[in-house]
């Protein structure tokens, strides 16, 4: 458990003293969404002169590149243009962009996110209340169109049981913690100690759970949920699986 000088409720006695928080925001093809997605980031509860959010975009995604230098972006965000290589995968865009990182800490949220606003404060109290060994931790995820068809209340069951029984229980008995794909907080010294992202993994998130507790970390769940979009067809559902099975 955490101890109690270091709860969510006491950080905000001492915002004054908070780290710089890094936010990292993949985006690909995102033009239409980003708008929304600045809004979403802005409503976070954590001061904004301790924010260092960067939009991440690869160098020949034009449409997304001219929506964010249409749009007044505040100045706590940064459009990081991605230069031409291989692979063009969320991983390495991550990994150039974490170079560019202020903060101590850093997560990584998807272009359809919503975290909770609480999120960054939350996980520092994990960080803050738990031991030096601790590298990161995971918040939960669900779907905020659950209820569009059958199919994607059964993806919302698979969440829900997945980030409240299985991943509580791998970190109950101190096993690897397979992440998930957002919303999850690392410090950015041991992020970069460990090697950040595997450019070649199409399951970057998974692989670098397993790789922190290779090198001795721990992975804690906290209760704060992030909404995402869930698939609506048996088609997307077969893509997104096909990737993660790989």
Known sequence: GLRSEYSCSSLYEKEYDLPIYTILLPLRNEGRVVSNLIKVISQIDYPKEKLDVKLIVDDDDL??????????????????????????????????????AKGDYVTIYDAEDSPDPLQLKKALAAFYGCNFRVACVQSRLNYYN???NMLTKFFALEYLFWFACVLPGFQKKDMPVPLGGTSN??????????????DYNVTEDA????????????????????????????????KQRSRWIK
Not at 65 to 92: D, Q, Y
Not at 207 to 230: F, Q, V
Request: charged share 20%; net charge neutral; proline share 6%.
């Open 63 to 100: 449409s997304t590149i001219l929506a964010i230098r249409e749009i007044n972006i505040p100045v706590f965000m940064e459009l990081v243009i991605v230069p031409s290589g291989f692979p063009k995968t969320k991983p390495r865009a991550c990994n150039y962009a974490l170079q560019f």
């Open 146 to 148: 659950a209820n569009i």
């Open 185 to 198: 907080h690392f410090s950015v010294e041991i992020l970069r100690k460990v090697g950040g992202w595997d």
């Open 207 to 238: 692989d670098l759970g397993l790789r922190l507790s290779l090198y001795g970390y721990k992975t804690l769940i906290i209760d704060s949920t992030t909404l995402e979009e869930s698939p609506i067809s048996v088609w997307a559902w077969i």
